[in-house]
């Protein structure tokens, strides 16, 4: 049994230039709860465990501004802290006491590549379970690289994933039993492609996107069934311009699944899943993938 330093994607930190519409889209559209407001940042949880699954704060522009990772133990994250350290990454936040009302340990780097990453153990959690039509948790978050192979290796070599599958434009990393936590796809310039949220099941992914659907969001693309992670997939654009999905059904994997590469990750002519009934990615979702950038970079 792979046993995993990094245990979960815990949350991500998205930067607003709206922050009122974009906590009422996350609360009213989406499905988050609001659970905590503090440093000019607004917490939103989902219906699972974790105290919260996103944060969102003011900024001059949208951007991703910080992915949150959960940790197996306090000596985990120590050895994490010099690992990523040796590694060449700058030290944002050294190891102590979280700041954000979860609580806990953490400490926080920005990576060669760009993007910040804060590790935490201890962090408060809630009793949760899954709730019809609404978030459970994050699934996974996809980033977009100007250099696929380096960051894959930093992600494998320094954190501790596992490369799961590689398709011919994307990596697929995991940190536990999901297929994937970490999605990297390769790009002109390095920033945020998509997060992605697990809903229940299949039913919740549409009555969800029926109620975004209802609010006046286009679907960008899908519903559809991904290759890699055989999981169902339902991507909107919010209102200042980041690209979420809603998924459910990810593939469980263990030491026995067998790697694919890209070879064996191909679809006949004119299709893009497995399924083949999405029509095809609207225009705006392409152009909103390649267009936000990590804070201070």
């Not at 889209?25 to 465990?49: C, D, M, P, S």
């Not at 153990?121 to 980033?143: Q, T, Y």
């Not at 263990?254 to 095809?280: K, L, N, Q, S």
Request: net charge negative; charged share 25%; hydrophobic share 40%.
């Amino acid at each position: 049994m792979t046993v995993f330093p990094v245990t979960a994607l815990r949350s991500v930190e998205l930067g607003t230039p709206d922050l009122a519409s974009s906590a009422d889209f996350y609360t009213r559209v989406w499905g988050l709860q609001v659970v905590a407001e503090a440093g000019g940042k607004v917490f939103l949880a989902a219906t699972g465990n974790d105290f919260h699954v996103l944060e969102l704060k003011q900024s001059h522009r949208s951007e991703l501004r910080k992915i949150t990772f959960r940790v197996g133990s306090a000596e985990e994250l120590a050895a994490l802290f010099e690992r990523t350290v040796a590694s060449g990454c700058t030290v944002l936040r050294e190891p102590g006491p979280a700041d954000a009302p979860s609580s806990g340990e953490r400490f926080v780097i920005r990576e060669p590549q760009g993007s910040v990453l804060e590790f935490v153990h201890g962090d408060r959690r809630k009793a949760g379970s899954a709730v019809a039509n609404r978030p459970e948790r994050l699934a996974h978050v996809n980033i977009n690289t100007a250099d696929i192979e380096s960051l894959a290796a930093f992600y494998r070599d320094v954190l501790g994933f596992q490369l799961t599958d590689r398709s011919k434009l994307m990596a697929f990393l995991r940190c536990n039993d999901d297929h994937h936590a970490v999605v990297l796809a390769e790009a002109r310039a390095n920033g945020l492609n998509h997060v992605a949220f697990l809903m229940p099941d299949l039913e919740s992914v549409m009555r969800g996107s029926g109620r975004v659907v209802d609010y006046g969001h286009p679907i960008g693309w899908g519903v559809g069934r991904h290759g890699p992670g055989d999981n169902v997939f339902v991507y909107f654009i919010d209102p200042q311009g980041v690209v979420v999905e809603y998924t459910a059904e990810v593939l469980q994997v263990d030491e026995t699944y067998r790697f694919r590469g890209p070879d064996e990750w191909v679809w006949p002519p004119g299709r893009t899943d497995h399924w083949g009934i999405a029509p095809p990615k609207s225009d705006a979702c392409k152009k909103a993938q390649i267009s936000i950038g990590f804070s201070g970079v």
